[in-house]
């Protein structure tokens, strides 16, 4: 499974902003997640999205960003951005159906796309 994000870039505090990742290679009914690591931080899941479209979300991104799906690309709206959103985002793959918001049960990662928000 191939995965590559595209879309990130600097924007401001409150911006709006989407990232995209495309996979190839994958079986559809795979969960998908974004994740994002910030400098001196570890990695943490922000959103996830199940084969049938449950969609779950860290509590520091409810209310601010969607994610969703097609059949081999996965977005993440990002709204009211703060600077603490600032970090690289993953999207991730993991063989199953349903969502979890651990690294480790994910098998594939993309390259990341850097995020930045400016005060």
């Known amino acids: 499974v191939e995965l590559v994000e595209s879309g990130g870039g600097s924007v401001r505090a409150g911006d709006s902003m989407r990232i995209s990742c495309v996979a190839t290679?994958?079986?559809?009914?795979?969960?998908m997640a974004w994740f994002r690591q910030a400098p001196g931080k570890e990695r943490e899941f922000v959103a996830g999205?199940?084969?049938?479209?449950g969609q779950y979300y860290a509590d520091s991104v409810k209310g601010r960003f969607t994610i969703s799906r097609d059949i081999t690309t996965i977005y993440l709206q990002m709204s009211r951005l703060k600077p603490e959103d600032t970090a690289v985002y993953y999207c991730?793959?993991?063989?199953?159906?349903?969502?979890?918001?651990?690294?480790?049960?994910?098998?594939?990662w993309g390259q990341g796309t850097q995020v930045t928000v400016s005060s």
């Open positions: 991730a793959v993991r063989p199953y159906e349903n969502v979890v918001p651990t690294t480790y049960t994910y098998a594939h």
């Open positions: 290679g994958g079986d559809n009914t795979d969960a």
């Open positions: 999205i199940s084969y049938r479209g």
